[in-house]
């Protein structure tokens, strides 16, 4: 296990449009607001999703693409650091009209037809991504310094 503390910082609300790519609107605002660590909620609706299951056999990433209009049940996530620059790491669940649900890690793609955001922003030593040799997986390190 590793463990990294955090003092609350800034909460931001983001009101995503019509059209807008969940995965890359998310990541550029962190981008352009300096946010190297953040907690990430989001519901809404989205217009199609695009979303990667991981095989823990083969360690690789698996696309699954659902072409149609989906409610956005519950959307989580986290922002760290990955070769220098913040990450935003998400998954999410999604329900059709009929209420079944889909969910996975949110990959480019996901074409947002209305999207509420909170970016809880926290204040200390971003958690640094490094390639975890037993899942494959860019996770966090240890706590730097
Ligand atoms: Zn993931």
Redesign the pocket.
């Known amino acids: 296990m590793t463990s990294h503390r955090f003092n609350p910082g800034t909460v931001h609300l983001l009101g995503l449009d019509t059209g807008d790519d969940l995965y890359n609107a998310i990541s550029e605002y962190v981008k352009t607001h300096d946010i190297n660590t953040a907690s990430l909620a989001f519901l809404g609706a989205v217009r199609r999703a695009s979303l990667?299951y991981?095989n823990q056999e083969e360690n690789r990433y698996q696309d699954l693409e659902i072409d149609k209009h989906l409610e956005v049940t519950a959307g989580t996530g986290n922002v760290s650091l990955l070769d220098g620059s913040p990450f935003v790491?998400?998954?999410a669940a999604f329900a059709d009209e009929e209420g079944r649900a889909f969910g996975g890690?949110v990959n480019e793609g996901t074409e947002v037809f209305a999207l509420e955001v909170t970016v809880s922003q926290l204040h200390g030593d971003a958690p640094v991504r490094q390639l975890d040799e037993t899942t494959g997986l860019m996770l966090w390190g240890p706590p730097q310094g």
Do not use: T
């Open positions: 990667r991981y790491h998400i998954h890690h």
